[in-house]
Nanobody, 121 residues
Framework: QVQLVESGGGLVQAGGSLRLSCAAS????????MAWYRQAPGKQRELVAT???????NYADSVKGRFTISRDNTKNTVYLQMNSLKPEDTAVYYC???????????????WGQGTLVTVSS
């Protein structure tokens, strides 16, 4: 079993910052790509940012220059630093990871439970 636990969501004013964390635990042999998605009320889930095990990153156009994804491979944790937040960033943010599970090295895609970010105007 592998679990992702997110933290760091909350209420912030427009222009403010938040840092989300997502820690993976369980029978983990390795973690390949990690990502953050978000889902706003009444909208489909969308990709926010991804990071490979080697540290290569990609961002949605809507967050480029404001959000930074990073990871600590020693802690199996991924972070999302969100600056200059806008009301349209309000959403439930989900962590996603491509995990190789021990001991049989089976590939598994895992999702966190989500953490709510609310940006007030």
């Amino acid at each position: 079993q592998v679990q992702l636990v997110e933290s760091g969501g909350g209420l912030v004013q427009a222009g403010g910052s938040l840092r989300l964390s997502c820690a993976a635990s369980g029978n983990i042999a390795s973690i390949n790509k990690m990502a953050w998605y978000r889902q706003a009320p009444g909208k489909q889930r969308e990709l926010v940012a991804t990071i490979t095990s080697g540290g290569n990153t990609n961002y949605a156009d809507s967050v480029k220059g404001r959000f930074t994804i990073s990871r600590d491979n020693t802690k199996n944790t991924v972070y999302l630093q969100m600056n200059s937040l806008k009301p349209e960033d309000t959403a439930v943010y989900y962590c996603n990871a491509a995990v190789v599970v021990a001991p049989n090295f089976r590939y598994l895609e895992v999702w966190g439970q989500g953490t709510l970010v609310t940006v007030s105007s």
